[in-house]
């Protein structure tokens, strides 16, 4: 039987997607919320035009081997921050329990669809297991993660550019946060280039994904509107970029969300989650400017993808 705590519950989540529509804003959670979004999104992965998820998975299935042999030598706790539907995580554990290292494994997601696959594929793995349902954007869950994690040393992962999901800026703070002293840090991020990671994003199944949130409400494209992708420099730090994704409304539409109507008028745009890219020292230097170190650095064959290891 798959165990998760829960600290988002979907009552909650429901009260926040009727607010970030009524002022035309869906956070990254909404992507993995609905079912329609969930089978979207293992679509994506599974049909490799996500390159950044191919990306990841590859730098980790050639080097999961070398990053677990630098941790220490006792039984440690993975947590996976954006665990998602936990593929990526179990190349991981897979190294810890054949180095002798593996203890537990907390998977992190605010998606109970994702979740339950990542629990339940861990279960008949036979990996020990308890997931986390939490927003990590909300200071007062990461308070609760951080209260009831084993103190034993932990690798803390936030991979598929998961980073890029959230403002890094801010996010690294949290980071800075969870991590103690006898933690390590693994994390990853996609190096910017401007034709190739625009179309990364701009491609039929990625769109397709992109969109759920609004499909699972009624809307369609290109009938009801259509989605902008756009590329932009953040002149807050130089080397960082970010992909903006938006919804144009073509027509005034209305849709039914718990017994409630909304209106969405023509020409309206609807932000919907930005994706922050980097350039290599642009990376590094968000990641380690709370006084971390890096204990190792990681690249993609087509060096697009950059994953480091790193301990306070």
């Keep these: ?61 050639k080097y999961a081997a070398e990053i677990v042999s630098m941790l220490p030598p006792e039984p440690i706790e993975l947590i996976s ?27 992190i997601d605010a998606s109970q669809g994702l979740l339950e696959i990542a629990c339940q594929s861990a279960e008949d793995k036979n990996f020990a297991c308890q997931g986390i349902k939490a927003d990590l954007i909300n200071d007062s869950h990461l308070s609760q993660i951080k209260l009831i994690l084993d103190e034993r040393p932990r ?7 998961t980073l890029g999901a ?4 801010k996010f690294s ?21 401007q034709a190739d990671t625009l179309a ?23 009938n009801d509107g259509r989605l902008i992708f756009q590329s932009e420099v ?14 144009q409304a073509s027509r005034d539409l209305k ?13 309206t745009n609807i932000e919907m989650s930005w994706s922050y890219k980097y350039d290599h020292d642009a990376l590094t230097g968000v990641i380690t400017s709370s006084g971390m170190q890096i204990a190792g650095e990681y690249l993609s064959n087509d060096e697009r993808f950059l994953t480091l290891l790193l301990k306070k």
Excluded at 177 to 193: M, S
Excluded at 258 to 267: D, H, T, V, W
């Design 173 to 193: 703070t949290n980071l800075d946060y969870l991590v103690r002293p006898q933690d390590f840090l693994l994390i990853d991020g996609e190096i910017y280039n």
């Design 81 to 107: 921050l954006g665990a998602g539907q936990g593929t990526k995580d179990f190349l991981i554990m897979e190294q810890l329990k054949e180095q002798g290292k593996y203890l537990n494994y907390r998977p």
């Design 234 to 247: 953040d002149c807050r730090q130089s080397g960082l970029y970010r992909v903006r994704k938006q919804f």
């Design 255 to 267: 849709i039914i969300l718990a017994g409630e109507p909304f209106r969405i008028l023509s020409g």
């Design 200 to 222: 990364g994003y701009d491609n039929p199944v990625n769109r397709q994904f992109a969109f759920g949130p609004l499909s699972s409400v009624g809307l369609s494209e290109p």
């Design 155 to 161: 690798l803390i992962m936030i991979l598929g550019n």
């Design 1 to 61: 039987m798959i165990r998760v705590d829960i600290f988002l519950s979907e009552d909650q989540i429901v009260k926040e997607f009727m607010y970030a529509l009524r002022n035309h804003d869906l956070p990254e959670k909404f992507f993995y919320w609905f079912p329609l979004s969930i089978r979207a999104w293992k679509n994506l992965c599974g049909d490799g035009a996500y390159r950044n998820y191919v990306r990841s998975h590859s730098v980790l299935e």
């Design 166 to 169: 959230f403002d890094p800026l």
